[in-house]
């Protein structure tokens, strides 16, 4: 099973023929051009056969598992189904051919307002921009909001709160803001202890609180109310990350728990496709007295209809060029109009159904460390027989044409698989990975050492990640 | 219409098992006084109902006929693989592929757009995709203050005004001092506390800069200052000598293969030199061989520097990016190969600087710079309302009115020609120009 | 733009281990004097300009924002999963699976198409598509005399005009002699030298059938005759009695999950009686065991009857058919499933039924006929040509007048409507009629 | 590896939602419909989630074997490369939703016209048909035209040649115009003897000849010339199976060796995809005489235009509904506007090329009954050491992941494997069934019974046709 690079395909002359003909009189291009910037070498990049190219990429996509091929339980990642109608409406030609800076985009306009009115309603915020690219740029720009926020009232805060349990992106995204943080660890049931926010809080200095809720163990915390009526008490703001707020769609709302300003994902929540990592979106929404801090541009009613601002003086600036990840704007737009208000609620519930499904089907086995009713996800901690670990399952699960959950993470589980089926999975899939989890946990006592060797059905078998860190090999 | 498989049946066995009698069971953690009844939203649609009403929303925008427009996003022909390869679901709809051994595919994918990334840059590595150029730009300014421990910027005149505020956002964030330098000043402006000096070439105004000056006057005059070079268009490469031909750090540029879609999505390269790697934000991905075998195979690598692994200490808090229009990108990049790759620049290069050449012989039409340019030029207008009034009549999308970004600049817009402009497009565009000057 | 991989070097190692010097010489065996210098046909097009030629094309088809029309090919429709499923090139780019172990997958896809159709239409064996519904009525006037060693074929009156001139070709071929009946004469028509009797229903005018009459007179009249039902538009048979409760022994019809892409490709659905099933035309899929285990999987068979095998004594010389298309119809068929189909059936019967009411109460528009119709009705107008200019100026795709295939049904039109005609859409549609009528 | 079918799926309740909603009042449908016609059991097609018929059929492609995966060597089928850029032709919106009976269809109607005349020009014909769904209804049309001209002519003529080399279609086709067949066997260069066709052709009741060529074991009849001018002579016809142009594009016509009717398989020459078996196009051209007996609608050019043409007295009536598989033709004229005049020449050329390279490469350990210089394809006669056969052969390549070439056809070779590549098969990929095949033969000298047990590596193992055939289960 030799690797085969795509650029070992090339032939010295073969003709792909993709661009139009040349139908003007060309010049000299050093008439165009100086020495100094005139490419003389060719570029390395072969012309290769289109059939080779097809063969080729037909080929890698079948060594690659997606949601596609079954279930895909990386938890606090939400990879539900990704309808085939989402990607017919994002390729109209109508959107897919416009440009940004055309004047005729009434309709492109109108689907930003529209889709961030839509978001308002579902999270009870009061505005939303859409042009962050994805969630960290989403948490980037929420954060840059509380700065300017007290940049312009004038109060010096240097500190943001995070629980523990937090994802990565969330201490990281407030350092880029200038922050610090304070670190709060989770108690017992996974929740904020209100004593050290309070605490924290009185400082004086504490610009406000970050927080997933349901958090990455997948607790909602009980104490929501009292915890932003806190962080508000000492002039803080609250940050929602919107990572997991697909078990709550049409059940509750962020913005009536208090939050300030939130991020989304609209490719976890709002069912765009991963893409292997992107291209995805981070919406954020604000409570009306952050409205001017928004980034630009933004879209606006007025009286005569929908315009463009780009100038507010408070604005927190501009996060990348035009209007965002558009095409991702659509996908979404299409998928809260499929689902409207009851289908949102449906996906919401049979989220927290499923995952509570697997959870009491697996509990017998595998220790859950928060062990209640969970909403969408919930985390093992697998110290497992025989000294198996949760990198040894996942691979067994691999073996088994199943995807692994999000391992190593929380942080605050030391073996976790973090487990989120999200509600587009049915029944049968999901009794089929409770049947796979509970031969590997046999095969914990019976054939350990087999696990800790796996994966052995895939392309390869278990790789280096630290032969590749420390010698790294990053193009042939 | 929505996505849930189960029906009631399957809903009760599943509850049951659960030990709950009904799905508000499953929320009683949630305080009673947060319980919304419903959402205020429509009911859902059927599928042909939301294809009907998305298509009559997305006609609400005009689709011209051909664009004479450019300013940061272009109109390129994309070859039909491209759409074939990103439709391929095992693709487009799996996730960062954190378990390596169930997605070599993608994986490989990827480290073969690094591997073209650096063949058609010339510099030494690259990450696999930031979400733009402009937030590559300010990335790359934040990762200049890393490798120097200094935190002042400067950007030369002649950025896309879209790309200075998306730095100036990020440096502001970072309390990183921002400046933009006319090119008659940068000698003076130069000095070691500069931590990096940005510039674009070709710049908004479609001129090549004179890189070689550039790079020898900061390398002069600012000692450690990071140079980072970055473009819009990076069809260009076609006929540009590479940016690692020049003494540069970091090089950026929004993608290749995708098409304009009000903007986005769209990605950001970023690519850098050997020894700026473990300064790099994003992913990487790179080889490695089995623990228990002989067998090579690809993974994530490099991720100490990530923020699932360092958090607040992270380089950025970039994570998931734009990998499916990375995809595109390579596809794009295979596909063209190197004859194609060249036949674009040839062919831009060539048609917009016919179009500048015809347009300054129209009377009262003056081009404002003599520089070269590649794909795009400023020129004076007698009437920039007329002349774009015009355009759109003849089902042309006009050239952008530099007013657009700089309200005292009334008179000169920015044009921009592609491959994808005929000559029929081109004389009609001609014809109208010079019509508008009567 | 070609597709050959090879270059030049390539090309050379291979012809030298060929063992010849040049291409020319590979065609030695072709007589000199019919080699060709050149073909007198244009050069190739890049990718960009075939793309632009074959839209612009294309456009010189008017494409209407709703259609009244159906006659043989209708506007449903399509959800987007069927477009998705046949773009999978593993699908599209196969051929029929001769080498089953590596074909798995089409050969399961062909196996669930045939169990969807039997449990659409209680027939008991189906094959695995011919053509369209039109030769696949030829085909069971074929099959028929096969059946019952006779050969004069019955035709009711009321088939559509293309249909009936198809099995008459066909049947000219084989020597079979053909008759239109109409429903008053049938009785007398019917005797014991009938090998088949074939009908439509809805019929091309719209109308249903009184089919237990029909096959209880044929049973009466005509030993051994074979009774063959079609039917252009199956999606009636989300309301419609199945083909399989009626007294019949052939079903055939066009297939669903298709545009209309001027008339094909699509399919002809073929579904027969156990009892005939070895007289059958057309590739069928059967499962079968492995020889070597216990495993189960799927195999062409029943191929005893084809050409390939039987060469001259084959029941027909039909082999590939319309394999996608199937799938296509598989698709459709699983998307919408039993609620699905009934819903269309049901909006089709309620819509064309509600305009069909509307129309009649417009002065000067007259229905001719009173039997229950499906999605299309004939009415008779006061002035046909100011009533199809209208509606072209409506941007609705009108109706088709009688006249195209009965020159002295001059007054009348077919009138067709589907779910696919909003209630807008409807009412703009009667506002025409009345226009017209002024 | 149990087969699970699409109807083991569904749920009972599911809601999948693709139909408009239904926007006007309803009336009972008794009043629409009598109790003998209106359906009242449920039709037993489960309703499906979404979800699962996407993975469903995801899952099923994965099982198939195709061109995209690798070479795909058929024998007389020609699988080449099916270019992406015909099924986005194919799905313009403007050709793929127009009515067959709109009157606005000049595109359309342009377009056949175009293909026509190109088709005209590369087979040396005056006119075509495009109307014929397939190649074996091109067949048929070819052999009614036959007996439309001898009946308008009041010649009786009731058999037609066919020679024992010729495809199944061939005598099935020709029985399906009331002619009897006569077999002529073939020589021992795979020719077509000229004594044997003067003495059938002297019976004076035969109509003509059917021929392929170059034949089904590759080789160009080099008495082309004197076979036509043999059946001319006796007042015949000469009809040429367009199966396997491929090789000869550009290089010599048809028409001009002297054929009077042809039919062409769209989906192999002219790189339309196979779609698993259809949908195809078999046009059918025809020289200036039997112009009159073509099928109707036919596009004919006139003073004013393009016009359509329907009730010519002599036309052998119609074929089937409206203007055949449009979309086909939409596919095939791409793929000859891609290519042009050159682009056609090099297909052609390097079919040939790859055919000799393959048999060349394999004829010392294989038996190539008809070892010369060979066009688009050669037949291999695979009896072989220790019994090995041809059928398990075929399956240690499926074992490769490659493809089989045809087996047992023709019928002229007993253990035949008919090998085409294609001229989209570069070199690698034929160095790598070389290779396969090598090792393959190495195999029935090393372990036999692996061969004659095989495929190993697929998802079923050998299957029983035989069983299939005898107890036949044709549904679920």
Chains 1, 4 share one sequence.
Not at chain 1, 25 to 32: A, F, W
Not at chain 1, 82 to 100: G, S, V
Request: with cysteine; glycine share 8%.
């Amino acid at each position: 099973n030799k690797i085969q690079l795509i650029f070992e395909k090339g032939y010295e002359t073969t003709k792909n023929n993709f661009v139009p003909q040349m139908d003007i009189d060309e010049i000299p291009l050093t008439e165009l051009l100086t020495s100094d910037n005139l490419r003389t070498d060719e570029i390395n990049i072969p012309d290769i056969p289109e059939f080779e190219i097809v063969r080729h990429f037909t080929n890698l996509s079948q060594k690659n598992y997606a949601v596609d091929s079954g279930i895909y339980p990386l938890g606090s990642c939400t990879m539900k189904y990704n309808p085939r109608i989402n990607e017919k409406t994002a390729r109209l030609p109508h959107f897919a051919n416009i440009h940004p800076l055309q004047e005729e985009n009434e309709g492109a306009i109108e689907l930003i307002y529209n889709l961030g009115k839509d978001l308002c309603e579902i999270c009870g915020m009061d505005a939303f921009t859409l042009n962050p690219a994805a969630g960290a740029q989403g948490e980037l720009t929420g954060i840059l909001i509380f700065k300017k926020y007290f940049e312009v009232r004038g109060e010096k805060k240097t500190k943001i709160i995070v629980p523990d349990s937090a994802h990565g992106t969330n201490p990281a995204s407030s350092v880029m803001a200038g922050f610090d943080i304070i670190e709060i660890k989770s108690d017992e049931n996974g929740e904020l202890p209100l004593d050290q926010l309070e605490f924290a809080m009185q400082e004086g200095d504490v610009a406000g609180l970050m927080l997933t809720n349901p958090n990455t163990v997948g607790m909602f915390d009980r104490n929501i109310l009292q915890i932003t009526e806190i962080v508000h008490k000492y002039g803080g703001l609250c940050y929602y990350d919107g990572a997991n707020l697909n078990p709550i769609l049409g059940m509750c709302r962020p913005g009536d728990m208090g939050f300030d300003i939130i991020h989304l994902n609209l490719h976890k929540t709002f069912s765009t496709p991963h893409g292997g990592g992107g291209p995805g979106a981070g919406p954020v929404g604000v409570k009306a007295d952050l409205i001017p801090y928004l980034p630009c541009p933004q879209v606006i009613s007025t009286e005569k209809g929908l315009a463009c601002m780009d100038n507010e003086e408070t604005t927190i600036g501009r996060l990348r060029s035009f209007w965002g990840n558009f095409g991702v704007l659509v996908r979404a737009y299409t998928y809260i109009l499929a689902l409207g208000a009851e289908g949102l609620r449906r996906a919401g519930q049979n989220a927290v159904l499923n995952a509570n499904y697997l959870r009491v089907s697996l509990h017998e086995k595998y220790a859950v460390p928060y062990d209640r009713i969970c909403m969408h996800e919930f985390v093992i901690d697998a110290h497992l027989p025989n000294g198996v670990n949760a990198e040894d399952v996942a691979k067994a699960l691999l073996d088994r044409k199943l995807y692994a959950p999000t391992s190593y993470f929380p942080l605050i589980v030391h073996e976790a698989l973090m487990v989120e089926p999200t509600e587009t999975e049915n029944k049968r899939e999901l009794d089929r990975f409770i049947e796979a989890m509970l031969e590997i946990y046999e095969e914990t006592i019976n054939n350990p050492e087999h696990l800790k060797s796996g994966p052995h059905n895939l392309d390869v078998g278990r790789l280096d990640a630290t032969l590749a860190a420390r010698k790294p090999h990053l193009k042939d | 219409m929505d996505y849930v498989p189960h029906d009631k049946k399957t809903m009760e066995t599943m509850l049951a098992k659960i030990g709950v009698s009904s799905m508000e069971e499953l929320y009683e953690d949630i305080p009673k006084s947060l319980l919304l009844e419903k959402l205020n939203l429509p009911e859902g649609l059927s599928e042909a109902d939301l294809l009907k009403r998305m298509t009559v929303l997305s006609k609400k925008n005009h689709l011209y006929r051909t664009a004479f427009i450019g300013a940061g996003s272009y109109y390129h022909f994309i070859p039909s693989l491209v759409d074939y390869v990103i439709s391929r679901s095992e693709f487009f709809t799996a996730y960062t592929p954190y378990q390596a051994e169930a997605s070599q595919g993608f994986l490989q994918a990827i480290y073969e757009y690094q591997s073209a990334i650096t063949r058609l840059t010339k510099m030494d590595v690259t990450n696999a995709s930031m979400y733009d150029v402009a937030s590559a730009f300010a990335e790359a300014a934040t990762m200049c203050t890393f490798a120097t421990r200094k935190s002042r910027i400067l950007m030369l005149e002649g950025m896309h005004p879209e790309y200075i505020e998306t730095v100036n956002t990020y440096c502001w964030g970072r309390n990183i001092q921002t400046e933009i330098v006319p090119l008659t000043k940068l000698e003076e402006s130069l000095n070691d506390d500069c931590a990096g000096f940005l510039f674009q070439s070709p710049n908004f105004y479609g001129e090549i800069e004179d890189i070689s000056y550039l790079t020898k006057i900061v390398r002069e005059k600012a000692k450690k200052c990071k140079i980072v070079y970055g473009m819009p268009d990076p069809t260009c490469l076609g006929i540009l000598k590479a940016p690692g031909d020049y003494d540069i750090d970091i090089f950026v540029s929004e993608g290749m293969g995708l098409p304009p879609s009000f903007g986005g999505p769209n990605l950001g390269i970023f690519a850098t030199t050997s020894k700026l790697m473990r300064k790099m934000p994003g992913r990487v991905i790179g080889v490695t061989k089995e623990i228990n075998g002989e067998g090579e195979g690809f993974v994530l690598t490099l991720q100490a520097r990530e923020q699932h692994i360092r958090r607040e200490k992270a380089l950025s808090n970039i994570c998931s990016n734009q990998s499916l229009c990375m995809l595109a990108c390579l596809v794009y990049m295979v596909c063209l190969g190197k004859t194609g790759l060249k036949q674009v620049g040839t062919q831009n290069i060539q048609k917009a600087n016919y179009v500048k050449r015809e347009m300054a012989k129209i009377p009262g039409y003056n081009l404002k710079e003599s520089r070269a340019t590649y794909n795009e030029f400023v020129i004076e207008c007698p009437n920039v309302d007329k002349f774009i009034g015009k355009c759109k009549e003849n089902d042309i999308l006009p050239p952008l009115p530099l007013s657009h970004y700089f309200p005292e600049r009334s008179s000169e817009v920015l044009v921009c020609v592609t491959e994808q402009n005929s000559k029929e497009d081109i004389e009609l565009f001609l014809r109208v120009a010079k019509e508008a000057a009567l």
